[in-house]
């Protein structure tokens, strides 16, 4: 779901009502509710987009439970004891983002759209807070075509450091405003989110009775958007994955989950500020 319409008009509570009270009445899990047995309807949220581009951030320090099948937590536990998603509540899982690259052919200057995709093989490699922050705020860029490579294979960084812009004058200043643009946007939709968690009430009491496990905020925009007067959403953030999503009862306090932790160093993460 948009995470600005839906924190504006309320659907977050009504959609979540159902599964609520069907929950409820689950005491414990079993071998069932690690099966996929429901269908899915499928949504484009990139239809009508030219070149989309796309991040995927899972939220929370805990995907298993007190409930969980043992041989299942170890193996969790194997992937992530002392890792980077105990300390910051994210993990990695993919992008794709679109590099525009001038070249000349013949004589004559031309642009080209590069892809570059990631996926979460490549968040195995991210380490560090400040590497995490890098790659998170190099998706908002449309330049240089192997920078979620280089940003890795050089390693953690301490500076707020911006990804290479090359070409003209003009090319960079308009490439450095689609990024603020970007970002600026990104940001304003997880501070609804976060506000709606914290500050409303349906919000709090879906975070005091419903254990969100294993959701995702996913980031999109469309790279060939580029005229920034005429640039209805800069980028979207939606809301996603409640597969694992259930009744506090039935898994771990919010302040071992992490899942609010994850959503406010998504936003540290992308404006440089300090962790929680």
């Not at 484009?44 to 989309?52: F, I, K, N, Y």
């Not at 939709?189 to 409303?200: A, D, N």
């Not at 925009?221 to 994955?241: H, P």
Request: with cysteine; aromatic share 10%.
């Amino acid at each position: 779901m948009d995470v600005g319409e839906c924190c504006a008009s309320h659907i977050l509570p009504v959609l979540f009502a159902q599964l609520y009270l069907d929950m409820r009445r689950v005491q414990a899990f079993d071998e069932r509710f690690e099966r996929t047995d429901w269908g899915l309807c499928l949504m484009d949220v990139t239809a009508g987009m030219r070149e989309p581009c796309v991040m995927d951030l899972k939220l929370g320090c805990y995907r298993v439970s007190h409930m969980t099948r043992q041989a299942k937590v170890h193996r969790v536990e194997k992937k992530d004891s002392g890792k980077l998603v105990r300390q910051v509540g994210l993990r990695f899982t993919w992008m794709r983002r679109f590099a525009h690259v001038e070249t000349v052919k013949n004589g004559v200057p031309r642009r080209v759209s590069k892809k570059e995709t990631v996926d979460k093989k490549f968040g195995y490699h991210i380490h560090t807070a400040a590497q995490l922050a890098e790659v998170m705020r190099a998706f908002f860029s449309t330049n240089d075509e192997a920078l979620l490579h280089d940003i890795v294979r050089r390693g953690s960084s301490e500076e707020d450091v911006s990804p290479r812009v090359g070409g003209s004058t003009h090319h960079v200043a308009g490439e450095q405003s689609l990024q603020r643009a970007r970002r600026r946007a990104a940001g304003e939709r997880i501070s609804k989110l976060i506000h709606f968690f914290e500050k409303t009430g349906e919000g709090l009491f879906l975070l005091q009775d419903m254990a969100f496990v294993s959701s995702n905020v996913l980031f999109v925009y469309d790279a060939a958007e580029e005229d920034l007067k005429s640039l209805r959403n800069a980028s979207i953030v939606y809301f996603i994955d409640f597969a694992h999503s259930c009744p506090r009862h039935l898994n771990f306090e919010e302040e071992k989950l992490g899942f609010v932790k994850g959503l406010k160093n998504t936003y540290a993460l992308l404006f440089n500020e300090p962790l929680v």
